[in-house]
């Protein structure tokens, strides 16, 4: 076991990942006896470790038979559905699920999903992508899981499932000149609602969103003292501990959704500067390993995870710096939660799975899926 282990371990992504553990650990550490929120993170490490190494023991191809993924589907809905019905409210977001004492966010889980069942789809139309319906398809299969999470309301994780979307639609090489007619017209749409539609006081809910540093008093605290706690790191970083945006409190959510603030005011330039440089290091591996993948299943898979991933960064550290809203995603692997560190770990450990039978694919089935058979 101990050497099936060390063998199907991307280890050049753990070295990575885990100083991103560590430093998200000791961002939300208070250093005081009962910190409540380390401890529990701690925890939540040690399980998604072991759910990591866990799933990338498993043969995953079994998930391209198209009534498993249909299934899978469905059941997120479901989940996302039962939220609304009997879902936990939290700061104004009913987004929670309990089980047995354990809160959880199906809209984490529901990503994932949504994943494997854009990466089904497309791997199977390779070959007339450029079809127009696929667009329209694929669109419905990410609409569905849009609108159940946008009215919990979690913009941010809208967002995110809309950049899955369209992250894979640009990568299976769909039309470009259909994806430029589709955006086109939502533009258009949401200029008429603007102009004909919207009251104006929707309107100014609609800048203060956008802008939020337009009222700093209101709407806007949250970034404006994110943006502090990013420039006061300054160079070097203020040292462990000493970050006073975040520990005395300026900083609202500090383990959470500012994260990346609280770290930068600690850390400073040169820290930021490494951290980018670890979350550089996993997605080159995740795009290589997709480069490398035995199907093209296993290869949008794994895409998807580097954009779901990747859209979750860009968006934490444009809210943190002021550039984009606040949207409270957190940033992976460092913020705290179990429900979104599980799904990630997971994920990753999924394309490990799906990685170390790769190489072994034979030539013959590589080709029948890629050209078509002969």
Request: no cysteine.
């Amino acid at each position: 076991m101990v050497r099936r282990i060390l063998t199907h371990i991307d280890w050049v992504v753990l070295a990575a990942l885990l100083p991103i553990l560590v430093a998200g650990l000791l961002t939300m550490n208070s250093f005081s006896v009962d910190d409540y929120f380390a401890s529990r993170q701690l925890v939540w490490i040690g399980v998604s470790l072991a759910v990591l190494i866990g799933a990338s023991l498993i043969d995953w191809r079994f998930l391209r038979k198209s009534n498993l993924v249909a299934t899978l589907f469905l059941a997120g809905n479901g989940l996302l559905i039962l939220v609304l019905l009997i879902g936990q409210i939290s700061r104004g977001v009913q987004s929670w699920l309990s089980v047995g004492g354990l809160a959880f966010q199906p809209a984490d889980l529901m990503k994932l999903i949504l994943i494997l069942v854009l990466a089904k789809y497309f791997s199977r139309r390779h070959i007339e992508i450029a079809h127009i319906r696929h667009i329209i398809v694929s669109g419905i299969y990410a609409f569905i899981p849009f609108v159940l999470i946008l009215v919990q309301p979690d913009f941010g994780s809208a967002i995110i499932v809309f950049a899955i979307w369209l992250g894979l639609i640009v990568v299976s090489g769909v039309s470009k000149k259909h994806l430029l007619g589709v955006t086109v017209a939502g533009l258009l749409a949401f200029l008429l609602a603007w102009t004909f539609l919207f009251a104006d006081y929707q309107k100014d809910r609609i800048v203060t969103f956008l802008h939020p540093l337009a009222d700093i008093q209101g709407a806007g605290y949250n970034a404006f003292q994110s943006t502090i706690a990013v420039g006061s790191g300054g160079i070097l970083g203020k040292g462990l501990g000493y970050g006073t945006q975040s520990r005395l409190e300026f900083l609202p959510e500090y383990e959470t959704d500012f994260i990346f603030a609280a770290f930068a005011e600690e850390w400073g330039f040169v820290g930021v500067i490494i951290l980018f440089g670890l979350y550089g290091v996993i997605v080159w591996r995740l795009v290589r390993t997709a480069m490398y993948a035995a199907t093209n299943f296993e290869s949008l898979f794994t895409l998807g995870v580097t954009i779901m991933l990747g859209a979750h960064f860009i968006i934490h550290v444009g809210m943190n710096v002021g550039l984009l809203p606040v949207t409270g995603l957190p940033l992976p692997f460092m913020s705290y939660g179990g429900s979104h560190l599980l799904v990630e770990m997971l994920a990753l450990g999924m394309v490990m799975g799906m990685r170390r039978y790769a190489l072994a694919y034979h030539r013959d089935d590589i080709h029948n899926e890629f050209i078509g058979p002969q």
